[in-house]
């Protein structure tokens, strides 16, 4: 995210423009027992930012859990 100026985008905006962004981060949220949490040191744009760590995350996962599912 670091390379798109959003604030180049907003100044284009002719109408009043309010922006809202959260200050804390997310809470840890136990999720099901089928559920693993990983964490990505990167903001909600994590795969413009992150595309390959990403896209490693989700390869190793699926060959882990395999064509059943388990």
Do not use: K, Q
């Not at 100026?5 to 907003?10: I, K, S, T, V």
């Not at 990505?40 to 699926?62: C, K, N, Q, S, Y």
């Amino acid at each position: 995210m670091a390379g798109i100026d959003l604030f180049a985008l907003y100044r284009r905006v002719r109408r009043p423009l309010l922006i809202a962004r959260a200050l804390r981060p997310n809470p840890p949220v136990p999720g099901p027992p089928s559920a693993e949490v990983a964490g990505v040191d990167a903001t909600h744009g994590m795969l413009l930012e992150r595309p390959g760590e990403i896209a490693d995350l989700v390869a190793d996962f699926a060959a882990r859990v395999g064509e059943d599912g388990r």
